[in-house]
């Protein structure tokens, strides 16, 4: 095995000016960053390229985080208005022999006529300051009642807009929570959910997902999984995509055992939802993060049976390091070698299919791939459909550079 990881590892070095290379996680090299100048802007520090103004802060990524241009004249223009209300200037200085006046009383609220009761029952306790704060207590004492996540009596009425009106402004305040949750700026992506529910709207499943990534982007898994949680009451059901968004964040912050709550919570669902490979590589990334072999083992039986998902060259890696790190070498050499001969088998078998009398498709296969016989198929080896290996894929040379990257990662942690 040594003897053939200097061979592979070789083989790969030498390729590095033939074509472009990959990381050994499948991950593209990032681009190298342009130069960079500060500038101050309202009082905050800023960085700018000449076109662009970036935050002075980046994201949890480490990547530069853009959040306006710059003008012809050098003058700052934000994308997200993120100025500060301006300091009113200090009263001017009174002579000492003459107190400061009391300030004046602030002059009492009007009062509102509180809301009908419901027919049939007792009024619910309601806010009678209309305040748009969501999930919390007012100022009166009442229970918010502004969408599912708060307490108390219903919000304000229906909304007097007509259907693609609705549809239409649920859209744009959903771009605002995306935009604010890119941003990492958590309230005003919260404030945004809150005015769905202001002006009487109901916000869809695509709306509680941005929130839900904007709670996970800032690291609030707490409001993330009340977000979550309300999804589940409401009539809109997560999808496998928002399963995976808060797979990943309880996976970013290390608590595994969630993780593997949500993932069976996923199967045993109505109806049931199974984890396909960007879930299986989320929660392998978890693993690593955490150092835990048996819950990549258990991922990847639940992969080959319940799940039906074949592992690509990340998740393979991933598990290699875990056995690396535990010391299993009897069961990282298996995996080594079971993963080396279905690569020399696979490629036999695409020699085979297009030479000149190849094999015909087997009687139970499936049917035909639209996208693999067009050039690509996003699915890859977890498509459902048959794929024809004589037809040349358009993106062969790069999965072919990704796998080789892949087995020579393997071959290291072996070796180490």
Known sequence: PLSRSLALLTRSLTSEQARPRTLAMGKKRPAPEPEL???VHDGELYLHDGERVYSSERD???SLVQVGTLGANGAVELLVATRKPPVPPPPPPRPRDHPPPPPPA???PPALPPPPPPPG???AAACTCRALEWGRKCSCGAALGLGPLGGGGAG??????SREQQLQRVRQLTGDISEHGRLKQLDRAVGAFEQIFAEGLHPTGYAYST???AHVLAG???GGARVFEAMMASKCRPNLVVYTTMLKGFCAAGDMTAAVHLLRRMA???PPLMADIRALNTFLRGCVRCGDAVAARWAFEMAGSAWRVVPDGVAHVALARLLSQSLALKELRAHVEARREEREERLKAVAAARSASPPPPPADAPLACSFWAAGRCERGANCRFYHDLSVVQLDEAAEEADATDAQAAMELHLSH
């Open 60 to 62: 949890w990524q480490g």
């Open 211 to 213: 929130l839900l990534n």
């Open 156 to 161: 304000p009425g229906p909304s007097t807009l």
């Open 37 to 39: 100048t500060g500038c």
């Open 268 to 270: 045993h669902g109505s």
């Open 121 to 123: 029952g007792p009024a």
């Open 106 to 108: 602030p002059p009492p």
């Open 220 to 222: 609030d898994l707490a």
